[in-house]
């Protein structure tokens, strides 16, 4: 089986305490893992939505977020202004009726449920992220206003570090099953210690920690892709709306085609992982190509091969050579005809020679 060599897959999420010393608040996350095809061929677009709602806004000074490999900055953007002016996608990432209001000129905007629940949505500006390489890795470190609310942040990871969470294994021992589908596994973590650089686990430690309340992760993808093994069942499974998500996601082709969200959960943690395993088909051009090619050389060869073998086999319609005539014993010799001649009646009588009979 063919593996590319095994990364850190972990994100780590802790905060700087705005109290001073170390302690542990709680938040949500929300996790959009994207695999999206690109054209007919084997080539997909991948990124990763990360959603942040601090349940105490005032208790964190900076959110830092890191990654275990070198993300550019480019590659790390807010995307609120996505979906913010759009109220039923709005509702779509949450799963609730809701509304939002913005002031002019604010970064914060309100949103306030059927219920009556309110909390912020904060989009942020360059001023309020700060990225370094540090551990390995880059560690954004993002600030905030807040007014007591809930507070809500929303990033979009592409590049290196969503493309590395995938390793396609292919069958050695079947051509045509690694030729027509692959199997992938995914390996997404949060805060799984065992798999953190130990300078970043000292730091952390210095500083404070979150109380992982609420964790969603969604796995999208085509509805050709299935998922064939996990770490354990989704809880659910949905077709995507693809023609609200299109301007969300960037790609007006998504509402041509069909993706399905896979949603894993968990309550009340330190840390979060999905391990999974999907199989999709390969089929395109370049493959069919390449085994058409690898027929037609095969179908030479046998061609070859067989002419070559035959060539020494005897031929078929050569005739075989005459018998040589026998000079013993002599052929039997006919019996001797009589030297008397027959009798004839002195009568005058027809002969008594019977003629031979009519068949009936």
Request: hydrophobic share 35%; aromatic share 12%; with cysteine.
């Amino acid at each position: 089986m063919n593996t590319a060599p095994i990364q850190p897959k972990t994100i780590a999420i802790w905060y700087e305490s705005s109290q001073g010393g170390t302690g542990q608040s709680s938040l949500d996350l929300h996790l959009n893992l994207w695999k999206l095809p690109i054209g007919s061929g084997s080539r997909y677009e991948r990124f990763l939505d990360i959603g942040i709602k601090l349940h105490d806004p005032a208790e964190v000074s900076q959110l830092c977020l890191y990654f275990p490999f070198e993300v550019p900055a480019d590659c790390f953007v807010d995307i609120v202004g996505k979906f913010i002016n759009d109220s039923s996608l709005v509702s779509a990432i949450f799963n609730e009726n809701y509304t939002v209001s913005s002031k002019a000129g604010s970064k914060s905007h309100l949103v306030t449920g059927t219920k009556g629940e309110q909390f912020d949505i904060y989009e942020t500006s360059g001023k309020n992220v700060q990225r370094a390489r540090e551990f390995g890795g880059t560690v954004f470190r993002v600030s905030f206003e807040h007014n007591g609310l809930p507070l809500y942040l929303r990033f979009r990871v592409s590049g290196n570090y969503p493309a590395s969470l995938s390793i396609t294994q292919e069958p050695t021992n079947t051509i045509l099953q690694s030729g027509f589908s692959q199997t992938e596994m995914t390996d997404f973590r949060v805060n799984e210690a065992r798999d953190l650089n130990r300078d970043l686990l000292v730091e952390m430690r210095k500083q404070s920690s979150f109380q992982l309340a609420k964790v969603h992760f969604f796995f999208v993808c085509s509805y050709g892709e299935d998922i064939v093994g996990a770490h354990e069942r989704y809880n659910k499974c949905r077709n995507l709306e693809n023609y609200r998500w299109a301007s969300y996601v960037g790609n007006e082709k998504l509402k041509d085609q069909i993706y399905l969200a896979y949603q894993w959960r968990k309550f009340n943690g330190e840390d979060f992982g999905v391990l999974l395993r999907t199989k999709f088909e390969r089929n395109n051009w370049r493959v069919l190509g390449k085994y058409l090619l690898v027929l037609l050389v095969i179908t030479v060869l046998f061609n070859v091969i067989s002419s070559y073998i035959f060539s020494f086999l005897p031929s078929p319609t050569s005739s075989p050579s005459p018998p040589c005539a026998s000079s013993s014993p002599s052929s039997p010799s006919l019996p001797p005809k009589s030297l008397t001649a027959p009798r004839s009646s002195s009568s005058g009588a027809p002969s008594s020679k019977t003629p031979p009979s009519k068949a009936l």
